[in-house]
Nanobody, 126 residues
Framework: QVQLVETGGGLVQAGDSLRLSCKAS????????LGWFRQAPGKERELVGS???????????HYSDSVKGRFAISGDNAANTVFLQMNSLKPEDTAVYYC????????????????WGQGTQVTVSS
């Protein structure tokens, strides 16, 4: 079992930055990929990006171009922690952000990872 706990959400103004953290505990060594999803009010949950736990390779897959160049994923393998750096935040980035983990990158990117965090709210005011 793997437990994921996200921190770092909050209320910010447009143009600000936030860094979300996701700490994995339990058996994080059983996972190979971690990712960040977000779900805005009234919308489907969407994948923001993922990172290989072993190689650190990132795959910034996103459904729109709205996060391109503004968001970045990184990881600290020794600390079993993955980060989502969000810059130049916009009101449309307002969402609950979820961390996820799985042993299959395909399963995670399909939106069906085995492990989810509880989510952290990010609210961007205009």
């Amino acid at each position: 079992q793997v437990q994921l706990v996200e921190t770092g959400g909050g209320l910010v103004q447009a143009g600000d930055s936030l860094r979300l953290s996701c700490k994995a505990s339990g058996r994080p060594d059983t996972t190979t990929v971690l990712g960040w999803f977000r779900q805005a009010p009234g919308k489907e949950r969407e994948l923001v990006g993922s990172i290989s736990r072993m190689t650190g390779d990132t795959d910034m897959v996103h459904y729109s171009d709205s996060v391109k160049g503004r968001f970045a994923i990184s990881g600290d393998n020794a600390a079993n922690t993955v980060f989502l750096q969000m810059n130049s935040l916009k009101p449309e980035d307002t969402a609950v952000y979820y961390c996820a983990a799985d042993s299959s990158g395909t399963r995670l990117r399909a939106g069906t990872p085995n492990y989810w965090g509880q989510g952290t709210q990010v609210t961007v005011s205009s």
